[in-house]
């Protein structure tokens, strides 16, 4: 239980506080568009069985795989596609420390 909200609480809060640092003046639109990059967990829909509460996301997934996420980090050295990476790539912080916390990476 105490996993989940962490869980959930690094999904949101992480996108909000780099919105926060990093772009003050309009932390809102950043925060939303890092927030909306939740959607990469439309692969788990490809899945079997779909929602596996001991399965660890990163690495198993397509687009949580290893080379997805290279792909995300080269994208934040492209400006206009910044936010979104970073939305992608923290949303795989949040969801590898629940494989940590499981014990199962
Ligand atoms: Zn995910």
Redesign the pocket.
Known sequence: MWQSIIHYGLHFSLPLLVAILFYRSQWKKAFLIMIAM?V??ID?LLADPIFDPGRC?VGF?FL?TYWAIGVYFICAFIKPLRLFSLGLLL??VA?FTDCWMMGTW
């Open positions: 939740m990469v967990d788990h996301s997934h949580h949303h795989m969801d």
